[in-house]
């Protein structure tokens, strides 16, 4: 199988989560067809075909911003001692929890 790319700065990544994650899906797609699943079994192969699914689609994604992230930290660290040598540094952890609470 061909990995999932993802453009960031000039450059391909690679990222395998989306392909192990549809792979998974079509896992529980197949067991969910198999002959003498109970309704539950099925709705439970469905629910966990759909998690794989969300996960396919947001966690590249998610990977990608996260080392932009980490990037971003690293200069705006070099930048600010260059250039703000008094101000206290940022939290990046902190920061980050904050945020996400924010968006949620």
Do not use: C
């Not at 960031?8 to 989306?18: D, I, L, M, P």
Request: hydrophobic share 35%; proline share 5%; glycine share 4%.
């Amino acid at each position: 199988m061909q990995p999932i790319f993802i453009w960031s700065n000039g450059r391909v990544r690679r990222t395998f989560y989306g392909i192990t994650n549809l792979r998974d899906v079509l896992s529980h797609l197949s067991t969910f067809l198999s002959p003498g699943k109970s309704s539950e079994q099925r709705q439970a192969q469905l629910n966990t075909a759909e998690e794989h699914l969300r996960r396919s689609i947001i966690e590249p994604y998610e990977t990608a911003l996260n080392e932009l992230t980490a990037q971003f930290a690293e200069l705006y660290e070099r930048y600010r001692q260059a250039v703000l040598p008094g101000q206290k540094p940022i939290r990046w952890a902190e920061w980050s929890a904050q945020f996400r609470q924010r968006g949620s």
